[in-house]
C-alpha cells in the first residue's frame, strides 16, 4: 500500500527522513500518526523510527536534543519543529510489568515492530508514503479490530498499561478488541495495580474522551480491569450503568471527572480523596468540586442563582453536560442567558471592597470577610441592588 497524499505533517519531515537515508541509514515515520492517516483522522505529532544509533544521528543534524537517549530517542529540530527520532531496538524481560530491564539497539526494522503492542501501531512508512505492514496490521484496520503484535500475553506481561490502552482505542476508534487479546486483557488485569496511576489516569480520560466509551467501558468490565482502578472496586453497578448509557465521550478532563464523581453518587467530602487517589492537580479537584455539585442539582431539578452564580461561565458547560448523561434535560443555552442576566459574574465585580466597610466603620477581621459574603450572596440573589451605598447601608446593618 502507498499513501499518494500525505498530511503537511509528514511532507514537512521528509527531508529528515530522506537525508538519514542519503547517510546510508533506514528510517521511517511511524506510530499513531501513520495509523491515523491511513483512517483518515487529524494527526498531531510525527514519530521517526531509523537504523541509525543515537550518536550517528546527532552526527547528521545541527541541532538535536537528548530527550531520551538511553532508550534511543533524540529530539531533531528542523525549521521550528521538533522530531522524536529513536533508533530500532529490541527489549529483554520486564520484570516490573512496566519498563524493560535492558534496551538493546538494532539495525533491524522487524525487531522493533515486533516489541509494539498492537497490529494497527506496528506499521511503518517510508517518507515517499508507502506503508511497511508486517504483522497484517492494515486487515485489522479494515476490519476494525484491536490484535496485540505476536503473543499477546507476552506483550501485557511486558507493559500492562497496555491493557488500558486497548480498552482506549476501542473507545477512541470504535474497534473490537479480538477474543485472543481480550482473554490475555482478563488474564492479566491484575497487574494493572503496578502500573503508576498517573499512567492508567492518561488512558481513562482518554477513554471517556472518545468516540464510542461504551466500547471501552463495557470491555474494562468484562476483563476486570476496572477492579484495579483506584476507588472502583465498590462501584461496579455504577460504572455498568454509565456503560450502557454513555453513547459519546464526554468534552474534557473536567467533564471526566465530573462524570465520574457523580454518577459514583460521591459525596462533596468524598470527591477529593477520589480524586487524589487518581492524582489529579488541586485546580482539578476544585473545579469537580463544583461541576459535581451543579450536575446533581441539574439532574434533581434546576439551579437557583446562587448556586449557578458559584458555577459560573468557565464551567456550566461541562456541569450541564454530565447532567445531561445523568438524564436531565439539556439546559446549556437558557443557564448561559441566565448567568449573562445576573448583577455580577464574579465576586471582584462588588461595588464594594472591604476597605469601603472599614472606612464605614466595620472593623477589620473575619467578620468582614463574612459580610462580605453576605452582601454577594444578597447581591446575587437580588436581595440588595450593586451599588456602594446599598451595600454599605445594608452592611452597618448586620
Known amino acids: 500500500m502507498k499513501l499518494e497524499h500525505l498530511p503537511q505533517e509528514f ?35 510525527v514519530d521517526i523510527a531509523t537504523s541509525a544509533y543515537p550518536n550517528e544521528i546527532k552526527s547528521l543534524f545541527k541541532r538535536t536534543v537528548d530527550t531520551g537517549i538511553e532508550h534511543g530517542t533524540v529530539m531533531i529540530l528542523d525549521h521550528g519543529t521538533g522530531y522524536e527520532t529513536t533508533t530500532f531496538r529490541s527489549e529483554s524481560t520486564y520484570t516490573d510489568f512496566r519498563r524493560p530491564d535492558q ?39 479494515q476490519n476494525k479490530q484491536i490484535r496485540a503484535v505476536g ?25 473490537t478488541i479480538v477474543p485472543d487479546t481480550l482473554a490475555a486483557i482478563t488474564a492479566h488485569a491484575q497487574l494493572l495495580a503496578k502500573i503508576a496511576v498517573e499512567r492508567t489516569q492518561v488512558e481513562l480520560i482518554k477513554l471517556l474522551m472518545g468516540q464510542t466509551p461504551q466500547r471501552g467501558l463495557t470491555d474494562m468490565l468484562t ?36 462524570l465520574l464523581t457523580t454518577q459514583f453518587a460521591l459525596s462533596p467530602t468524598a470527591v477529593t480523596p477520589f480524586m ?21 442539582l441539574l439532574a434533581q431539578g434546576d ?28 439546559r446549556l443555552a437558557s443557564l448561559t442567558d441566565r448567568l449573562a442576566a445576573l448583577p455580577i459574574q464574579r465576586k471582584k465585580e462588588l461595588a464594594v471592597t472591604g476597605r469601603d466597610l472599614m472606612q464605614a466603620g ?29 451595600l454599605v447601608a445594608q452592611a452597618t446593618q448586620s
Request: charge should be negative.
Open 362 to 390: 466595620i472593623q477589620p477581621g473575619p467578620q468582614l470577610g463574612a459580610i462580605l459574603e453576605d452582601l454577594e450572596y444578597r447581591v446575587v440573589t437580588g436581595a440588595v441592588a450593586n451599588e456602594k451605598s446599598a
Open 303 to 330: 439551579l437557583d442563582d446562587w448556586h449557578l452564580y458559584q458555577c459560573g461561565r468557565e464551567l456550566i458547560s461541562e456541569a450541564n453536560e454530565v447532567a445531561v448523561v445523568l438524564g436531565a434535560p439539556d
Open 103 to 141: 534496551v538493546t539497539f538494532v539495525r533491524s526494522l522487524t525487531e522493533d515492530l515486533k516489541r509494539r503492542d498492537f497490529t494497527i501501531n506496528a506499521l511503518a512508512m517510508r517518507e515517499n508514503g508507502e506503508i511497511i505492514d508486517l504483522f497484517d496490521g492494515l486487515a485489522d484496520l
Open 11 to 45: 511532507e514537512l519531515a521528509r527531508p529528515v527522513l530522506q537525508t538519514i537515508e542519503q547517510a546510508g541509514y533506514e528510517a521511517y515515520f511511524v506510530g499513531g500518526s501513520v495509523r491515523d492517516t491511513i483512517l483518515g483522522k487529524t494527526i498531531h505529532d
Open 151 to 175: 503473543n499477546a500475553q507476552e506483550r501485557f506481561h511486558e507493559d500492562a498499561l497496555r491493557m488500558m490502552r486497548a480498552v482506549r482505542f476501542a473507545s477512541q476508534l470504535d474497534f
Open 223 to 258: 476483563t476486570g480491569l476496572w477492579q484495579y482502578c483506584p476507588d472502583f472496586a465498590a462501584h461496579e453497578s455504577a460504572l455498568q450503568s454509565l456503560a450502557d448509557r454513555l453513547t459519546q465521550g464526554v468534552s474534557s478532563e473536567t467533564a471526566v471527572w465530573t
Open 276 to 296: 487524589k487517589h487518581w492524582k489529579t492537580s488541586n485546580q482539578m479537584i476544585n473545579a469537580v468540586q463544583t461541576t459535581s455539585k451543579t450536575a446533581t
